[in-house]
């Protein structure tokens, strides 16, 4: 055949591609989502959602919560970054809460959400986080939506694989994205060409206490690879934890390419019931750590922050019977394990398949030592032992896998941008959706729980261009829902998310709405510098020190004019929202203020810090619009020169 | 010569109707549906870098390469922020198959094939031309890997030759005299 007769060819099928591409046409983002899209995510005026969406904002270091079907945003929640809206890491309560053992840090990047758990199924306690840079976890009350528990992970670097959860949250884990060297300073100072000998990498277990205290039961020190996503086994694999990991080259530079030199990296297997056992004879290590527990008090409405200094390490190499790797090929991402606990789906995010491995059949391998050799002397397992088989070109870019509770898998794909529904059983392909694009994680309500809803499945997409009006170079992150009711999914809706969105979980709005706490009983506040009544409110010096022990309530502060304040005083506004009422903050400002506002929770007290720098008369108001006569709601503070002699002096309505 | 090209194209509307507009529910349903809407190739933006499809969509050397890509249904796949490597054969080095491969690959029975071999000239992950080390192996989309080589800066891929290379905004395009043919 002659080349302008390939040609002809080529051009002909270019033209019937063409012709075949709007004869489709009709089935545009816009037109498939219409018939009965709308009338399936409407929740008319004052009803509510089923579901709430807790989404992670990444490198906002918040999470917010959305309502579904519809799509709403109710809240933004900040987690490990400061939060000027509420004042979060600018109160003097809240500050302790970003205190790690580098000192203040307030930023980080949240990725991954879990929520608690008991029997498999979510019981609406907390919401659990990562922050990915500075590694440290934190515990969300779902009672009042607050960050109330921040833990640093010591030995770590690049906290990604976190938090996932055990069953009856008995565990949740934090383990290294980035292996860095461990141990006193001699041996971390080391050439960075010394990976392979000298870098760790940590996969800490993270004990909740039943009143939701976090602690470090121990920590793994594994072989120098990068950890990614986790999942706990669940049914007849709970008692184990499965880790992907990549760069099992251990490669230190340009890992775009170094990285991805093996066929196969690993699934790590961790037998965590059998780690238990061996601490409780006694086995594992104490050794020196620095990190900080911060702990928020709901009664004195304060944060503390208590520098740890010890943690329980664990070498599996030393300690048989914790650690197993199963081959899996390509740089694994994501790492899930189905609702009957016997299925683990790895997704090797540069594999044009899916590998799902067999509970039971891992289970035999380890027991036969079915083994196909060691990795830095750690046993791995045969991967066609364990594997029980394989969806074969199931699209490009594998990412994550969620369940619906009917046997199904959903895969996210970000290369080919879709989301794929396939058997778990059978590995067959049931059906595919684009998605507007490159989706990262996807989210079906309760699918990492052993009861799943199976109703709707979220994207969660990392490029947005052309899908909403553009807000200049930086654009909002899409979510796409779909409906899995039927054997298809259909695109529902679409809808802009907050910062940058990775996991994501959503519970049953049931489990959540009528336990949410609608203010604090200003009884039980311990706050040292509460003021219960505004008779007792006042201001107090002590040495340069003011303490102005301020109430609000609609519509004023006591007291609203402060007299004898001096320039390079520290002033203190702790400020008692005395309102016993739904849905009534004050807020708090002052002119000059280098810090955020005051936002207060109606029975709860909290410190502006403020250091004038010249004199004048300084203007405070309330900035949440709480009454009728919130413009009315003011003050003024007089500053007079350092060496002035004006007493102290503090009035209302005089 | 004609009639086999109108039976060809005949064939091929109504094969890929078929593929393109029914349900994707069948294991034919290959590696991505993004034509059963736009996708992001659909994205108007003449402002931005162009990526490697529009870059080699521009190559009058490059239709057949461009052509199999539509064929194959990995536009929307290599507009995606990738970034790839891709190795691009000129249309010479199509012609240089046996007879009838070509035609045989074009075969909708035949796309996961064509995919495959399409697959295995693109790496994710930028390896520009001073990355191009003698004897550097690059693990391709399609698992199988390819070997890069540098012989007194002469650059090549297996026994193909880079010819040039063009930086796209989503990584960058190594033209190639032969097609790479997985083993």
Known sequence: MKINQIFSIFSSLAACTIIMLYSCKPKSPATVSTGDAASKVYVAPGQYDEFYNFISGGFNGQMSVVGLPSGRGFKILPVFSVHPENGYGYTEESKPMLMTSHGFVPWDDLHHIALSTTRGEHDGRWAFGNANNTPRVARVDLGTFKTVEILEIPNSGGNHSSPFITENTEYFVASSRFSVPIGEDNQRDVPINTYKENFKGTVSFIKVAPEGDMSIAFQLVTPGVNFDLARAGKGPSHGWFFFSCYNTEQAYSLLEVNASQRDKDFIMAVNWKKAEELIAQGKGKKVKARYAHNKHDEHTHMATSTILEEVLQLDPKELEGIVYFIPCPKSPHGCDVDPSGEYIVGSGKLAAMIPVFSFTKLMQAIQNKDFEGEYDGLPVVRYESALHGVVEKPGLGPLHTEFDGRGNAYTSFFVSSEIVKWDIKTLQVLDRVPTYYSVGHLMIPGGPTAKPHGKYVVGYNKITKDRYLPTGPELCHTAQLYDISGDKMKLLLDFPTIGEPHYAEAIPAALLKDKSVKFYKIEENKHPYAVKSEKDSRVERKGNQIHVYMTSIRSHFGPDNIEGVRVGDEVYFHVTNLEQDWDVPHGFAIKGANTAELLIMPGETQTLKWV??????????????????????????????????????????? | MKTKIIVITIVCIFSMSFWMCKNPQSQEAAVTVSEAGPGQSSVQDDQSEKNVVQIASESPDHTTLVAAVKAAGLVDVLVNAGPFTVFAPVNKAFDQLPAGTVESLLKPENKRQLQDILEYHVFVGVISED????????????????????????????????????????GVIHVIDKVLLPQ
């Open chain 2, 131 to 170: 990355m191009v080390t003698d004897g550097r192996v690059l693990n391709q989309v399609n698992l199988k890997n390819v070997t890069l080589g540098n012989k007194d800066g002469k650059l090549t891929v297996n026994d193909a030759n880079i010819i040039g290379s063009v930086k796209a905004s989503n």
């Open chain 1, 612 to 654: 004038p720098n010249r004199v004048g008369v300084f203007p405070f108001y309330c900035t949440d619009f709480c009454s009728a006569l919130h413009q009315e709601m003011q003050g003024y503070l007089r500053v007079s020169p350092a060496n002035s002699n004006i007493p102290l002096k503090f009035t209302l309505d005089k």
